[in-house]
């Protein structure tokens, strides 16, 4: 398997390795990698995949993406550490709602959110690669709460990274400041910075155009644009149809979206054969994807902020990838569209791209009001307390299901434990959703706080400080 880049417009585009695809994450033109092609499982092969464990067949998935970076084994030994931390031995275990609807729980990893299906693994995949090139890198991001957790859980401990998350002092909640800073563990470091979130991102965007500073440390990211992602969560779409019946069944899927990462996933899925009827992205307010799929324009708009955090989002990232493929797999027409939609705020009108992406997906926009009535109402029919985010694709699914009489198995995505967003929980049901044991217990640690003042020069010495550097064969068996 070969990959490449979404604004690679030449006649011969280049090809990229999935060892290049995971540790560059972006593309040297700023394009997302896409694989060059996907040959889909039949029948057989689907069926051939039914009952095993999650981690099996998380190594069975990823092996049709990993060409010659690893071998099947080697992904078994990652697969079955990676889903070993989760607190669910189904890993992610489907709930029945009602005759039609069903849950996809995807909170049972360490930081109680879906990130941790692919980045518990990807993290190990990352070491796993670095080590035997004798590389070492540092990774910096900026978090406005939730993914700054899962990449730290992701990385700790790794011989060959050191990562550094910054977040802003006093901006993010007890629990997702807790999750950061109490992960005890020699490489990996919660920055608190004395400034918003958008200071943070300027800092982490100045360490990496600072060229000395980013070859000394060989900085990196893993951002939701990393291809090795979005393959990792392919494997839940898959586990759920197949618990449901497919292939002989078919199944649909809502998915509370952002950055357009979570559902393009479900839209490998259904080129790999999964026979997918529905594929229902639910956004917030923040509903440019939305707006699209309606009316076939994608113009930006400021954004507001929501119950659903993790979606206030307006330019989706992934959304590059569909793109491509709307666009008969051209790089030149893509990277066009996407410099006119920088410049102008709007994407170019283009009616043939439109009405393919509507045969692919729908979408609903549920707002706050719908949100907190989705969690109210879940839990008085079914007694299932949900967080805002799996509140909007609960919803967006009921609406889509009150469009048809079908009988095809619905599943929304539960992205994130209700504990984690106690305040709108509380406010939908009138109680307070206990803490699981593992988070209940990071009351109890201890909190290790570093505060930088708001400047890069100041990060940079902490970084150059703190980060390890390559060393020979650092890792390596
Ligand atoms: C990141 C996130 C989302 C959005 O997923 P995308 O892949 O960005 O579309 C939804 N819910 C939760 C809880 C998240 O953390």
Excluded at 185 to 212: M, S
Excluded at 237 to 243: E, I, P, T, V
Excluded at 244 to 266: D, H, K, Q
Aim: aromatic share 8%; hydrophobic share 50%.
């Amino acid at each position: 398997m070969r990959y490449l880049s979404t604004r690679d417009g030449r006649a011969d585009p280049a090809t990229h390795t999935f060892e290049d695809v995971l540790l560059a994450g972006l593309a040297e033109d700023g394009g997302l990698y896409v694989p060059q092609g996907l040959a889909a499982l039949d029948g057989a092969g689907l069926r051939a995949l039914a009952g095993l464990s999650y981690a099996e067949l998380a190594a069975r998935v990823m092996a049709l993406f990993t060409g010659e970076a690893f071998d099947i084994a080697e992904l078994r030994r990652l697969s079955e550490t990676a889903y070993g931390n989760f607190r669910h031995a189904a890993v992610a275990p489907l709930v029945q709602l009602d005759d039609r609807l069903w849950l996809l729980e995807l909170f049972h990893g360490p930081t109680l959110a879906f990130k941790d299906l692919a980045l518990q693994l990807v993290g190990l995949m990352f070491d796993a690669v670095l080590a035997r090139q004798g590389e070492h890198v540092t990774i910096v991001g900026a978090t406005s709460g939730d993914t700054g957790s899962a990449a730290l859980a992701a990385c700790r401990d790794k011989a060959a990274l050191d990562i550094f998350m910054l977040y802003p002092e006093g901006r993010i909640s007890e629990v997702q400041r807790r999750q950061m800073t109490t992960v005890d563990a020699a490489n990996a470091y919660a920055l608190a910075i004395d400034g918003t979130f958008d200071d943070c991102q300027d800092i982490v965007k100045a360490l990496f155009a600072d060229r000395r500073l980013r070859r000394e440390l060989k900085l990196s990211a893993v951002n939701s644009i990393n291809f090795a992602r979005v393959a990792a969560q392919i494997v839940y779409y898959l586990a759920a149809g197949l618990a449901l019946g497919a292939p002989a069944r078919p199944v649909s899927f809502s998915v509370p979206t952002g950055n357009f990462g979570n559902v393009y996933a479900g839209h490998l899925a259904r080129a790999l054969g999964l026979p997918i009827e529905r594929l229902v992205l639910g956004t917030n307010t923040n509903d440019i994807l939305a707006r699209y799929l309606e009316t076939g324009a994608m113009t930006i708009a400021p954004v507001v902020p929501s119950l659903s955090p993790s979606m206030d989002i307006q330019v989706a990232s992934n959304f590059e990838r569909l793109l491509f493929e709307l666009k008969d797999r051209n790089g030149g027409a893509v990277a066009a569209a996407l410099q006119a939609f920088r410049q102008t705020g709007a994407l170019p009108a283009d009616e043939q791209s439109w009405r393919r992406a509507r045969g692919m997906f729908a979408g609903h926009r549920v707002d706050d009001r719908m949100t907190l009535d989705t969690m109210a109402d879940t839990y008085r029919r079914s007694g299932v307390f949900i967080d805002p985010h799996t509140a909007v694709a609960v919803a967006a699914a009921r609406i889509e299901m009150a469009g048809d009489s079908g009988a095809t198995p619905m599943v929304a995505f539960a992205t994130a434990h209700p504990a984690k967003f106690p305040d709108a929980v509380e406010r939908a049901t009138g109680i307070r959703p206990a803490l699981p044991p593992a988070l209940a217990l990071l009351i109890d640690k201890r909190e290790r706080i570093t505060l930088l003042p708001n400047d890069v020069g100041a990060v940079a010495r902490f970084v150059r400080a703190h980060a390890r550097r390559t060393q020979p064969n650092l890792g390596a068996a």
